[in-house]
């Protein structure tokens, strides 16, 4: 009995199965490369939404900054200025003031009366200044019958002083010193004029020489001791004095 060896079967490589196995690991670098990519492209991706996300962070932080800045320089500002014109803050214990008494000149008779006395001086006073500056050689012809020297320069002056005097008794700016210059002026025409060259009384004439420049010269005294009344620039000066001292 014969002993039968076992046939070893060597196989050998089958050229046929290379391409397969080169195909294989191609496709498999492939895919790894393809996986690389897109994990280097999502890592860029999320580098670049971080850096948005930074840079929104420090743009937002920069204008809270800014914002709070600008507060800062408003209420620098604001105390600043309530330093500057003395306003005090407000307190639960502040009380409403009342505004200021008006006088009883500025109130609505004494106006009124002030006023009527105003607007018949400066029909007085206008016209006559008018007509002096209108016939300027009739008025320094007239001065120089009563010996006053340079007639023509004082006619010019007393009727200019005349109409100044006038408007600004029709504004009511400057009252006081109108009524003083006007009370001025008709003393002056009585004293240099009315009463230095003839008598004061005259046989058939009703009245007295110069009874008109008295009544003027009354008055103006009259407004410059009484003022302009509430219808007046004067008075509204006055009034805001008033208040501003009052909330002082």
């Known amino acids: 009995m014969s002993n ?3 046939t070893k079967v060597i196989e050998e490589d089958d050229p046929a199965n290379e391409p397969t196995v080169n195909i294989s690991i191609a496709e498999a670098q492939a895919r790894a490369q393809a996986a690389a990519d897109a994990m280097a492209q ?3 991706a999320a580098k670049q939404q971080a850096a948005a996300d930074a840079q929104a962070a420090q743009d937002a932080q920069d204008a ?4 709070a800045d600008e507060a800062r320089v408003r209420t620098q500002e604001r105390e600043a ?3 500057a014109l003395g306003t005090v803050e407000a307190t639960d214990d502040d009380v409403e003031v009342a505004p200021p008494e008006r006088h009883p000149n500025d109130k609505f008779l004494g106006s009124l009366g002030l006023f009527l006395i105003r607007i018949v001086l400066v029909a007085l006073l206008g016209v006559r200044g008018i007509q002096v500056l209108w016939h300027i050689s009739a008025t320094s012809s007239w001065l120089s019958s009563y010996s006053i020297p340079q007639a023509t320069l004082i006619a010019w002056l007393l009727g200019a002083l005349l109409v100044i005097i006038a408007l600004l008794l029709l504004v009511g ?3 006081r ?14 004293v240099f004029i009315r009463w230095g060259y003839a008598p004061i009384l005259v046989s058939g004439q009703a009245g007295f020489v110069g009874d008109w420049d008295v009544l003027v010269a009354g008055v103006g005294l009259a407004v410059f001791c ?3 009344g509430g219808w007046a620039i004067d008075a509204a000066m006055r009034f805001n004095r008033a208040k501003r001292k009052q909330y002082q």
Do not use: H, M, N, Y
């Open 173 to 175: 700016f400057g009252t």
């Open 177 to 190: 010193l109108a009524g003083l210059l006007t009370a001025i002026v008709a003393i002056a025409v009585l």
């Open 42 to 44: 999502r890592d860029a």
């Open 64 to 67: 809270a900054q800014r914002k």
């Open 4 to 6: 039968t060896e076992p």
């Open 81 to 83: 200025r309530a330093k």
């Open 226 to 228: 009484l003022g302009s």
